[in-house]
């Protein structure tokens, strides 16, 4: 079958064929040895050759119908119990272009008549043909009363009724096409006030009649509705008008000219003319619509008969956006029937028995035998024992069953069937279409179904783009007119980069953005932008970087300091290693400021901003962390020589022991940033705080500020932790401080970093409640962060070295050894002894010749290994081992060496040399303390002493 349909559809004009049976479908008639049915009913059509989809639906109906219930058919009678069935006789009369029309209509007449009488005495229906043909099915149906279903749609076909009354047509009437159109541009207009204004103009032709009454139609509800300012053109589309010898509807020439009168050149300068146009031509508007674009024409709609022909549009789709039209089906539509869901997924179906894709004439083929049978439940649905067979006998049977078929209300999948008093379906409305944009397909459309309502996708847009005022943000560019592809484009164009129009209208060009400001790259603004960004000048730029230069230039010139008086006693006993995390913590935190610094204004990249918001943590946390807890460790080291000195026990205490204090709080909060940064970092943002709007400019103030990057978590939740963990360090640090305040200010902070954290906390108390205040000023809060930050760091600097610088140059009291001036007690001692010693050798006028034995050691007498012996069981003093000439102290070297090892003993100034530790133990020692083998060159009570410039004394 698919071989023979796709061979009559490509039949050359040139090769006729011989009528022939096509379809042949269904059981044969009073056969009741081979049926099931109670009654058999004869379905006929003749066609040409070409009218394929309004037959080749028709062979489904009736396999359907047939096959249903079990294969007995469909049911009539108030019980249901009487069963009929549908056979197709389905007859191609000839190729119509081969025979000619006059033919062509005689042999259609002769077969159908052929059939007709062939059936006489039989239940039959006549399916209609298509097109010129139908005409030839009209006077044979009533010869023969039998009720013809027509497939065509002017109403001439079927007026009037009393010509012949077996005539019923289920096309909606094609007068009904142009009347949504109609009435939504009345409804506009009504609501704008427009009727006396709007233009509308009217194309069409004298024939055929399907387009003459279509637009003959839409003129009738135009001028019902009010519209004064209506035109039409009405032609002979075979006649010839300027006597040239070409057909008006070829001819360039004259409908050109209808182009010019319908929209003259020059249109598009007057803005009230916006005429809203209705076409019913064949091909006549390929030479209409491109003249009206040279005039200019700016239509507010078009309607076209075309607009819905598939051979038309598609090769024109980049031209009809907005185009309206009309037709019988639409594939949106929802109606169905037993059989199927949708009129789409039927003609799917019945692809694969016809080999091809069919349109909504299939469709309609499909509905006609469907609806026959809803003809003969309605006619007999009383009745207990229904007799067709019989009363189609009789002329007063059949009469019956005609008027029937005017009181049928049928659904089917052609939609609602009703008829008037024409035989007309008022079912429903015509299936209007508007080419759309294709939500699915960019820069493509397709055919929006606009009506009926029940059934719309979309609703119709009128005016159309090309009639409609420029948007804020466009301006009307008339050089778009002849380049543009669609009558109903917009000649409307976004503004050029850094130009604006503020309102809609029908400007000619754009207002220039004033100096300052633009449109950041973008076309098509409504006013010029300037941002306000509130970044931060360069002027408080240099502030943070100098207070940050101070910072980092106090901790350079202090591990200077360190370095050159790596020897002197001040030094060694504050713990060289911790002395240098303190200032290398400080140029960590202080760099903090760097991040604080980083930012980006609309429209930048935020990468070194939200780099500099992640650093801002972590920089000024860890720094914070090594410098306070190097204070600790150190504090922690001290303690513990004090402890052990005081014990008696001879246990080395290396830096490492105490590496704890700052490994541990480190360790935490570098778990906490890690988290933090893992799961929530901070990130730039920028937060508009208010937008104004003067002369055309857009002024859009915002700050820049590091949020959380998902905000689901507050930041409490990760600087909660960390302000838990460096409080425990302060708290443990000044725990340990005020353990070892009996130790000399000399070497211990305790006095100097409470006097750091009561500065810092005056820092905080003027700068916190500031920072609040000024949250809203960007500088303002830099100034502030950037102060607290920088004065915390130079005050924990300065409060611990500048009191070390001071001692270190002061040095000690004259005949105070270093040792004696590690606790506070044994300190005041040595003091209050040498001041004695001073007034006896002035009030005798000599010098004492021999000084106490009982020097006490100084912690600042240790060695680069700063290692010392716990307190000395024998002499009740702390014992000093330095080894000269020691590279400093690193952070393995004990601040205490096992009493086995040898040992120098450093004053202020200078050093003594010491013998094995166990002479140490055993109770002398042979420079500091007299060795027995030296006794008599150095006695243990007359120790040589010489003094240096400075005072101090070294035992020599």
Same mark, same amino acid.
């Given at each position: 079958?698919?071989?023979?349909?796709?061979?009559?559809?490509?039949? $050359?004009?040139?090769?006729?064929?011989?009528?022939?049976?096509?379809?042949?479908?269904?059981?044969?008639?009073?056969?009741?040895?081979?049926?099931?049915?109670?009654?058999?009913?004869?379905?006929?059509?003749?066609?040409?050759?070409?009218?394929?989809?309004?037959?080749?639906?028709?062979?489904?109906?009736?396999?359907?119908?047939?096959?249903? =219930?079990?294969?007995?058919?469909? $049911?009539?009678?108030?019980?249901?119990?009487?069963?009929?069935?549908?056979?197709?006789?389905?007859?191609?009369?000839?190729?119509?272009?081969?025979?000619?029309?006059?033919?062509?209509?005689?042999?259609?007449?002769?077969?159908?008549?052929?059939?007709?009488?062939?059936?006489?005495?039989?239940?039959?229906?006549?399916?209609?043909?298509?097109?010129?043909?139908?005409?030839?099915?009209?006077?044979?149906?009533?010869?023969?009363?039998?009720?013809?279903? %027509?497939?065509?749609? @002017?109403?001439? +076909?079927?007026?009037?009724?009393?010509? #012949?009354?077996?005539?019923?047509?289920?096309?909606?009437?094609?007068?009904?096409?142009?009347?949504?159109?109609?009435?939504?541009?009345?409804?506009?207009?009504?609501?704008?006030?427009?009727?006396?204004?709007?233009?509308?103009?009217?194309?069409?032709?004298?024939?055929?009649?399907?387009?003459?009454?279509?637009?003959?139609?839409?003129?009738?509800?135009?001028?019902? %509705?009010?519209?004064?300012?209506?035109?039409?053109?009405?032609?002979?589309?075979?006649?010839?008008?300027?006597?040239?010898?070409?057909?008006?509807?070829?001819?360039?020439?004259?409908?050109?000219?209808?182009?010019?009168?319908?929209? $003259?050149?020059?249109?598009?300068? #007057?803005?009230?003319?916006?005429?809203?146009?209705?076409?019913?031509?064949?091909?006549?508007?390929?030479?209409?619509?491109?003249?009206?674009?040279?005039?200019?024409?700016?239509?507010?709609?078009?309607?076209?008969?075309?607009?819905?022909?598939?051979?038309?549009?598609?090769? =024109?789709?980049?031209?009809?956006?907005? +185009?309206?039209?009309?037709?019988?089906?639409?594939?949106?539509?929802?109606?169905?029937?037993?059989?199927?869901?949708?009129?789409?997924?039927?003609?799917?179906?019945?692809?694969?028995?016809?080999?091809?894709?069919?349109?909504?004439?299939?469709?309609?083929?499909?509905?006609?035998?469907?609806?026959?049978?809803?003809?003969?439940?309605?006619?007999?649905?009383?009745?207990?024992?229904?007799?067709?067979?019989?009363?189609?006998?009789?002329?007063?049977?059949?009469?019956?069953?005609?008027?029937?078929?005017?009181?049928?209300?049928?659904?089917?999948?052609?939609?609602?069937?009703?008829?008037?008093?024409?035989?007309?379906?008022?079912?429903?409305?015509?299936?209007?279409?508007?080419?759309?944009?294709?939500?699915?397909?960019? &820069?493509?459309?397709?055919?929006?179904?606009?009506?009926?309502?029940?059934?719309?996708?979309?609703?119709?847009?009128?005016?159309?783009?090309?009639?409609?005022?420029?948007?804020? &943000?466009?301006?009307? #560019?008339?050089?778009?007119?002849?380049?543009?592809?669609?009558?109903?484009?917009?000649?409307?164009?976004?503004?050029?980069?850094?130009?604006?129009?503020?309102?809609?209208?029908?400007?000619?060009?754009?207002?220039?953005?004033?100096?300052?400001?633009?449109?950041?790259?973008?076309?098509?603004?409504?006013?010029?932008?300037?941002?306000?960004?509130?970044?931060?000048?360069?002027?408080?730029?240099?502030?943070?970087?100098?207070?940050?230069?101070?910072?980092?230039?106090?901790?350079?010139?202090?591990?200077?300091?360190? +370095?050159?008086?790596?020897?002197?006693?001040?030094?060694?006993?504050?713990?060289?290693?911790?002395?240098?995390?303190?200032?290398? &913590?400080?140029?960590?935190?202080?760099?903090?400021?760097?991040? *604080?610094?980083?930012? %980006?204004?609309?429209?930048?990249?935020?990468?070194?901003?939200?780099?500099?918001?992640?650093? *801002?943590?972590?920089?000024?946390?860890?720094?914070?962390?090594?410098?306070?807890?190097?204070?600790?460790?150190?504090?922690?080291?001290?303690?513990?020589?004090?402890?052990?000195?005081?014990?008696?026990?001879?246990?080395?205490?290396?830096?490492?022991?105490?590496?704890?204090?700052?490994?541990?709080?480190?360790?935490?909060?570098?778990?906490?940033?890690?988290?933090?940064?893992?799961?929530?970092?901070?990130?730039?943002?920028?937060?508009?705080?208010?937008?104004?709007?003067?002369?055309?400019?857009?002024?859009?103030?915002?700050?820049?500020?590091?949020?959380?990057?998902?905000?689901?978590?507050?930041?409490?939740?990760?600087?909660?932790?960390?302000?838990?963990?460096?409080?425990?360090?302060?708290?443990?640090?000044?725990?340990?401080?005020?353990? *070892?305040?009996?130790?000399?200010?000399?070497?211990?902070?305790?006095?100097?970093?409470?006097?750091?954290?009561?500065?810092?906390?005056?820092?905080?108390?003027?700068?916190?409640?500031?920072?609040?205040?000024?949250?809203?000023?960007?500088?303002?809060?830099?100034?502030?962060?950037?102060?607290?930050?920088?004065?915390? #760091?130079?005050?924990?600097?300065?409060?611990?070295?500048?009191?070390?610088?001071?001692?270190?140059?002061?040095?000690?009291?004259? &005949?105070?050894?270093?040792?004696?001036?590690?606790?506070?007690?044994?300190?005041?001692?040595?003091?209050?002894?040498?001041?004695?010693?001073?007034?006896?050798?002035? %009030?005798?006028?000599?010098?004492?010749?021999?000084?106490?034995?009982?020097?006490?050691?100084?912690?600042?007498?240790?060695?680069?290994?700063?290692?010392?012996?716990?307190?000395?069981?024998?002499?009740?003093?702390?014992?000093?081992?330095?080894?000269?000439?020691? @590279?400093?102290?690193?952070?393995?070297?004990?601040?205490?060496?096992?009493?086995?090892?040898?040992?120098?003993?450093?004053?202020?100034?200078?050093?003594?040399?010491?013998?094995?530790?166990?002479?140490?133990?055993?109770?002398?020692?042979?420079?500091?303390?007299?060795?027995?083998?030296?006794?008599?060159?150095?006695?243990?009570?007359?120790?040589?002493?010489?003094?240096?410039?400075?005072?101090?004394?070294?035992?020599?």
């Amino acid at each position: 079958m698919h071989s023979l349909v796709d061979e009559l559809s490509n039949l $050359p004009p040139d090769q006729n064929i011989d009528p022939c049976i096509l379809y042949d479908e269904g059981p044969e008639p009073n056969d009741s040895n081979s049926t099931s049915y109670d009654l058999v009913v004869q379905n006929i059509q003749i066609t040409p050759h070409d009218c394929r989809d309004h037959r080749d639906g028709a062979p489904m109906a009736i396999k359907k119908l047939n096959e249903d =219930n079990g294969g007995q058919g469909f $049911p009539i009678g108030f019980n249901k119990d009487f069963f009929l069935g549908f056979r197709l006789f389905s007859v191609v009369a000839g190729n119509s272009n081969f025979l000619g029309q006059e033919a062509y209509l005689e042999i259609h007449t002769q077969i159908l008549n052929s059939f007709l009488e062939d059936t006489d005495g039989q239940m039959r229906y006549i399916i209609g043909s298509c097109s010129f043909t139908s005409s030839a099915e009209k006077e044979p149906a009533g010869d023969h009363e039998a009720i013809l279903m %027509a497939q065509v749609g @002017p109403p001439g +076909f079927y007026e009037p009724r009393t010509s #012949n009354p077996w005539v019923f047509g289920i096309h909606v009437s094609s007068d009904d096409y142009p009347l949504a159109a109609a009435r939504k541009l009345s409804f506009q207009a009504t609501q704008n006030d427009d009727l006396a204004t709007q233009p509308v103009r009217v194309i069409y032709r004298t024939s055929s009649e399907f387009f003459f009454s279509t637009c003959a139609s839409a003129l009738k509800e135009i001028r019902s %509705a009010g519209f004064q300012d209506v035109a039409e053109v009405l032609y002979d589309p075979d006649a010839d008008e300027d006597g040239d010898g070409t057909p008006n509807h070829q001819d360039f020439d004259f409908l050109e000219s209808i182009a010019d009168t319908i929209c $003259p050149p020059g249109s598009a300068e #007057n803005p009230d003319f916006r005429p809203a146009i209705f076409m019913c031509t064949l091909r006549e508007q390929d030479i209409i619509l491109p003249r009206f674009r040279e005039n200019g024409c700016l239509p507010s709609s078009m309607w076209l008969t075309s607009a819905t022909w598939g051979f038309w549009t598609e090769p =024109n789709l980049d031209a009809i956006e907005d +185009f309206q039209g009309a037709g019988q089906w639409h594939p949106k539509f929802t109606y169905n029937d037993q059989f199927f869901d949708s009129g789409l997924e039927m003609i799917e179906a019945n692809e694969a028995e016809v080999g091809y894709y069919g349109g909504y004439d299939m469709l309609v083929s499909y509905a006609v035998p469907i609806l026959f049978a809803q003809h003969l439940q309605q006619a007999y649905r009383v009745f207990d024992n229904p007799t067709p067979d019989e009363d189609i006998l009789t002329p007063s049977g059949r009469e019956v069953l005609r008027r029937r078929m005017l009181d049928l209300r049928a659904d089917t999948l052609f939609g609602p069937v009703q008829f008037n008093d024409n035989q007309r379906n008022i079912g429903r409305g015509s299936a209007a279409v508007q080419w759309q944009p294709d939500s699915d397909s960019e &820069g493509e459309v397709k055919s929006a179904l606009v009506s009926p309502d029940n059934q719309a996708e979309a609703e119709i847009i009128i005016p159309a783009a090309t009639a409609d005022d420029c948007q804020a &943000g466009e301006f009307h #560019n008339v050089s778009v007119l002849l380049e543009r592809t669609s009558l109903l484009q917009s000649v409307c164009q976004s503004c050029p980069e850094d130009s604006y129009t503020t309102a809609a209208g029908q400007r000619l060009e754009c207002e220039v953005c004033p100096s300052g400001t633009s449109t950041d790259g973008f076309v098509g603004a409504t006013n010029c932008t300037y941002y306000d960004d509130n970044l931060l000048s360069n002027g408080m730029l240099s502030f943070g970087y100098v207070a940050m230069s101070v910072s980092w230039l106090m901790a350079v010139v202090f591990l200077g300091w360190i +370095f050159k008086h790596r020897e002197d006693p001040v030094v060694r006993l504050a713990q060289i290693p911790y002395l240098v995390l303190i200032c290398v &913590g400080g140029i960590i935190s202080t760099s903090s400021i760097i991040g *604080v610094t980083m930012q %980006a204004g609309t429209g930048e990249d935020t990468s070194a901003a939200d780099a500099g918001c992640k650093s *801002v943590p972590i920089l000024y946390s860890i720094g914070w962390i090594i410098q306070y807890g190097s204070v600790c460790a150190k504090t922690l080291r001290l303690k513990r020589v004090v402890e052990n000195s005081s014990g008696g026990r001879r246990t080395a205490i290396t830096a490492w022991r105490t590496g704890h204090a700052i490994a541990i709080p480190l360790i935490v909060d570098i778990a906490i940033l890690i988290a933090w940064s893992v799961i929530d970092p901070l990130q730039y943002e920028r937060e508009e705080e208010g937008r104004s709007v003067q002369d055309g400019v857009l002024t859009i103030e915002s700050i820049g500020r590091c949020r959380p990057a998902e905000g689901d978590i507050s930041v409490w939740a990760f600087l909660g932790p960390l302000f838990a963990n460096h409080i425990i360090l302060i708290l443990w640090t000044h725990w340990l401080l005020w353990q *070892v305040r009996n130790v000399s200010n000399r070497y211990q902070e305790n006095k100097y970093l409470g006097m750091a954290a009561i500065f810092a906390l005056e820092v905080a108390v003027v700068g916190v409640p500031i920072l609040i205040a000024a949250q809203d000023s960007v500088e303002a809060t830099f100034f502030v962060i950037s102060g607290i930050v920088a004065l915390d #760091n130079i005050g924990v600097l300065c409060f611990i070295f500048i009191p070390k610088i001071f001692f270190q140059m002061k040095g000690l009291e004259e &005949g105070v050894t270093v040792g004696e001036s590690v606790l506070k007690d044994t300190h005041r001692q040595s003091v209050l002894r040498e001041s004695g010693r001073r007034l006896s050798s002035l %009030a005798i006028g000599s010098s004492m010749s021999n000084v106490s034995a009982g020097v006490l050691p100084s912690i600042a007498e240790a060695s680069e290994s700063e290692d010392l012996h716990p307190e000395d069981k024998s002499s009740g003093s702390l014992q000093p081992i330095v080894e000269e000439n020691q @590279p400093m102290l690193s952070a393995d070297e004990p601040l205490y060496k096992d009493s086995s090892t040898s040992h120098s003993v450093h004053s202020e100034h200078g050093t003594a040399d010491s013998t094995d530790p166990e002479t140490q133990e055993s109770g002398g020692s042979s420079r500091a303390r007299g060795d027995p083998e030296d006794d008599e060159e150095h006695p243990r009570d007359e120790p040589e002493e010489q003094a240096k410039p400075d005072g101090s004394f070294v035992v020599a």
